[in-house]
């Protein structure tokens, strides 16, 4: 029923018109069809670099230095954040090349047919609070433009909703186009992204008379140490959470890809060099501000209010533009795919991306997440605890238990089926993702509680992401040696 050409595997048309009738197949969890496979290298690229160039990323500079850290640490930190989320990253965008297969789908060969719905859910509901977060911040962008001409606008809270709403209805507009509105964003609007991130590098540059040194010297580092140790450990956590999302639903945008080749080059160049640059213009930027009023102001929405009418006009389209190519991708697909594998009869892709706009656009409150750094980055740190043991689960799975194996139709029967394991849930993934996890939670969820946490357990938090990776990594496989082999069919009832 499967048919493999070039290293991409499909399903045959028979194959295809066998599943149409099952309750766990529409066209949109379908794998994709070779005529679909079209994004090149550069695709990829811009994929990234439409991503990467968001307020969000810039503020994971700014913010680093806010809570202390130099501006090269600062950088440092974030290169080696991504640097290392690069490599699941990777591993799991193979199965999505190679098969064609969403995320949700891919989810189901660790975790049961059934109990697919548990990670992919749970990275829905992350990506919907981030979906909520960018569109607040290209709300103000919108409300910065407006107030150029109209100054009073700025403190009002009627503007400050109108302008959120309008540009929450376009992200979920352009989100409900799916693959090729998304593929034809990202293609026109990283140029214009790195040129805009010239020009903010320029006035940055302007702003210290045209050299860099006054601007970093502005920024010296405040902590020292056992005290720098103690920020820089959670500040690289932060930033391997912060694309940690992405390293688990990549599937769905590599399924598109050309080739291995096409998406390992396009990731590679695309994310690191793309975070790593863009914090420079984060800290240059910083620096400007503290040049320039006093202050280390890490919010980027707040900056583009204290500059003139010109700039604010320029900076704010800049500002719509990085958040709409961020947004619409890192955002809306995963929980839209989510959804639609929750119901494949009742919800398809689109309905599944309007669902998903509107809880994570007014019931996470994204406004409530943005009222400091310390909230901003304390919920970077929680999720991604919660994130890096599934990250270690789906390696392990497809790498060291299946040796890259799949039987396409097989993801999309029921019971009987060989992803069904047990009542539809593969249990031993259930149980290393909770036992990976909750050590790095409690260690991050019980001070918030006032209470006061060993040393084990606020180690791990500090972690984090990295230790639940390596737990869920060493522990599944160990678990599934002991049971049943999951890449065979059960066997037959008497």
Known sequence: MQHEEAGLVDLTEEGRAALA????????LAPTRPRERSWGTYHIAALWIGMAVCLPSYSLASGAIALGLSWWQAILVIA?????????????????????IPFPVFCRLSFGIRGAHLPSLARAIIAAGWFGIQCWFGGLAILAIAAAFAPGLAESRLAIWACYVLFWALNVWIAMGGSRAIKLMEAWGSP??????AALLLWALASGGWSFGPLLASMPPRLQGKALWDAFLPQLTVNIAFWSTLALNIPDFSRYARSQRAQAWGQALGLPTTMAAFAFVGVAATGAAQLRWGELVWNPAVLLTRLGPVSAVLGGIGVIVATLTTNVSANIVAPANGLSNLLPRQVSYRTGALIAGVFGGFVLMPWRLLASAESYFAWLGVYGAFLGPLAGIFVADYYLVRRCRVELAELFRGEGGRYWYRRGVNARAVLVWFAAGLLPLLGGALPLLGVEVPRLLSTAYAWGWLFGFGVALALYPLLAASGPRVDQPPAPSP
């Open 21 to 28: 009738a099952s309750p766990w197949y529409n066209e949109d």
């Open 80 to 100: 080696l954040g991504n640097l290392i989320v690069l490599v699941p990253m990777q591993l799991n965008s193979h199965a999505g090349t190679r098969y064609g």
């Open 192 to 197: 214009l992204l790195i040129a805009l991130s």
